[in-house]
Nanobody, 118 residues
Framework: QVQLVESGGGLVQAGGSLRLSCAAD???????VGWYRQAPGKEREFVASITRTRRTDYAESVRDRFTNSRDNKMVYLQMNSLKAEDTAVYYC???????????????WGQGTQVTVSS
């Protein structure tokens, strides 16, 4: 069972930046990874993904503000121009292995809180 740990969350003013990290306990460079977020009282929603070939995809609400990147064991989500509506717990998800696209899998991290003050 792969262990995923998110970090990098915190409190930031609107317009600020944070970089989230998703760390795995083994190589995950052959697997797509997704980022999701869940705000209080709302459903978990897709934020971004990166495939094993580093192809990225973003929700419309974060496109041009968030950037996904990765190396062998870590995936990063650079979040710029943060808005109050970005406040949520952010989770990373390990997708299905050995395919050139991201499809949500069963492994999730514990989440990291991002709070943006307006």
């Amino acid at each position: 069972q792969v262990q995923l740990v998110e970090s990098g969350g915190g409190l930031v003013q609107a317009g600020g930046s944070l970089r989230l990290s998703c760390a795995a306990d083994r190589r995950i460079d052959y697997i797509g990874v997704g980022w999701y977020r869940q705000a209080p009282g709302k459903e978990r929603e897709f934020v971004a993904s990166i495939t094993r070939t580093r192809r990225t995809d973003y929700a419309e609400s974060v496109r041009d503000r968030f950037t996904n990147s990765r190396d062998n064991k870590m995936v990063y989500l650079q979040m710029n121009s943060l808005k109050a509506e970005d406040t949520a717990v952010y989770y990373c998800n390990l997708g299905r292995a050995n395919i050139d696209q991201y499809i949500q899998g069963d492994h999730w991290g514990q989440g990291t809180q991002v709070t943006v003050s307006s």
